[in-house]
């Protein structure tokens, strides 16, 4: 089973500023990573697929990037909105498809 | 648009049994692969069974082998998760959702279910 490794568990940050998260697998998956936005109380939303490409209807704020083992998700400008819980996925080596264990964001 | 409205969350004590249903609209729901997704209280997100675009093929996570079943009606655009023995480590928001290529593409809005004494 691959292990996926989220960090920080909280990030806080002001609005306007860059938030970087990041995930870490324990094999590699290849580009075969997606990105997920949890906010409070509903249910989680594709942000991310494929390590870099964007689901539709997601801002241009929310980029992706990395390959292999290392990932990263970049919001270059926080709104207000963007607070909640991050989570990464893999689908390179399956069943069981797994997630991470999240990122908060916070806005200070 | 793409919907997924979730039903048949509840209480059930250890051992009982439930069944989730998740009634899909928006899309040609016979052609796509789906999943369902829990949530325990204040923890993260843990895939629990996938099923092919026809429901031939289904895999499940390892603690729910044995004990869930995920079906499909493609003549009613709707899915099932049957879920038996079921335990305290099962509470959890169970959320059906539309797969792409292995991803999560769209996520009904949830459905609640405890088990407990």
């Known amino acids: 089973e691959i292990v996926l490794t989220q960090s920080p568990a909280t990030l806080s940050l002001s609005p306007g500023e860059r938030a970087t998260l990041s995930c870490r697998a324990s094999q590699s998956v290849s580009s075969f990573l997606a990105w997920y936005q949890q906010k409070p109380g509903q249910a989680p939303r594709l942000l991310i697929y494929?390590?870099?490409n964007r689901a539709a209807g997601i801002p241009a704020r929310f980029s992706g990037s990395g390959s292999g083992t290392d990932f990263t998700l970049t919001i270059s400008s926080l709104e207000p909105e963007d607070v909640g819980v991050y989570y990464c996925q893999q689908r390179r080596n399956w069943p069981p498809l797994t997630f991470g264990g999240g990122t908060k964001v916070e806005i200070k | 648009q793409v919907q997924l409205d979730q039903s048949g969350g509840g209480v059930v004590q250890p051992g009982g049994s439930l069944r989730l249903s998740c009634a899909a609209s928006g899309f040609p729901f016979s052609t796509y692969a789906m999943h369902w997704v829990r949530q325990a209280p204040g923890k993260g997100l843990e895939w629990v069974a996938f099923t092919s675009y026809d429901g031939i093929n289904q895999y499940y996570v390892d603690s729910v082998k044995g004990r869930f079943t995920i079906s499909r009606d493609n003549l009613k655009n709707t899915l099932y998760l049957e879920m038996d023995s079921l335990r305290a480590e099962d509470t959890a928001i169970y959320y059906c959702?539309?797969?792409?290529?292995?991803?999560?593409?769209?996520w009904g809005q949830g459905t609640p279910v405890t088990v407990s004494s």
């Open positions: 959702a539309k797969g792409f290529a292995e991803y999560f593409q769209h």
């Open positions: 494929d390590a870099s």
